[in-house]
């Protein structure tokens, strides 16, 4: 099979490190083109990297460019604004989280894809990592045969930490852009100042795992509390689940702490996950089992994969038609519409 031509729009510090430098590693992709607004800063990151063709702009590297994929690295605001010209083009395309602002924007873009066919993936990398993987099956197994009872409850808590793990700086050059000729977009109407800034920060920071519990359970849910600090979210899964989101209850200096346990009748499913950007490291799975001749724990070993290069390579194959998108538009609409009301009735 031929490689994968990709080109990349943006290059700051999370295009580089973790989205530029992983795919740079696979084999079967080449990378053909580079185009962000800081050209000297752009110039210097194709050079590390061996992209020869660098752009002002994503429209000229999509004219010019000889890509089957864009990989766009950029605030999610500005997703409004660019992502619908790649569609468009008939280029796959990679975009981080969340994939717009507003769910009805989600909704837009989702059209456009599924209208030219293409595989757009939601920068969801939670989901790629090997112990969330797992985790979702073992689930699904344990659900199937109720051996350990009915799922009752998923709690689910990630308190501020150091998501960085101590990664490097990316190349700057401290060129700067004195305006953007892109839109950001706007919150929904009903949004007072001091809502957006709230709805701006939960769809930042917890979008993942708001769709972290959709992809372990295997099932959609809605909000049905927000507690008025915002400490906390309770929602309910269609099967009837009992969910759990706790933020912002504590806040960690030198770790990561993330945490997801299912809880059945008579044992509970427990993953730990790490800092989003520790490389070489995966997801830790516990199980807590209770049967007729006593309770154990079993803990397998997972081997250490970066669920950032693990995202890319999954990219590719879908791109390739060797597997699904792991994180498709339609799940994240679903996370969108999550926030709007865990905001609203946060408001209220």
Known sequence: MKKLKIGFVGCGSMGQLAHIANYAILPDVELVALADLRQETAREVAKRYRIHNVYNNHKELLEKADIDAVVAIMHFGLHYSVIPDILKKGKHCLTEKPIAVKASTAKSLNKIAIKNKLIYQIGCMKRCDPASRIMKEKIQEWKTNNKYGHLKYLRVSMPPGNWTF???????????????????EETPDWMDQETRKKYISFVNYYIHQVNMIRYILGENYKVTY??????????????????????????????WHEFYTACFEKGKISLSLPAPMARQHSGKLEYYKNGKNGAIYEAPVIPPKWSMLEQARLFVEAVQGKTPCISPTGDAIKDLEIAEDFIRLLCE
């Open 166 to 184: 101590q990664i490097e700086s990316p190349l700057n050059m401290n060129d700067r852009v004195d305006s953007l000729n892109f839109r950001y």
């Open 226 to 255: 927000a507690d008025p600090t915002g400490i906390l979210m309770i929602a309910r899964s269609d099967s009837g689940i009992t969910i759990a989101l706790e933020m912002n209850t504590y806040r960690v200096r030198d770790e």
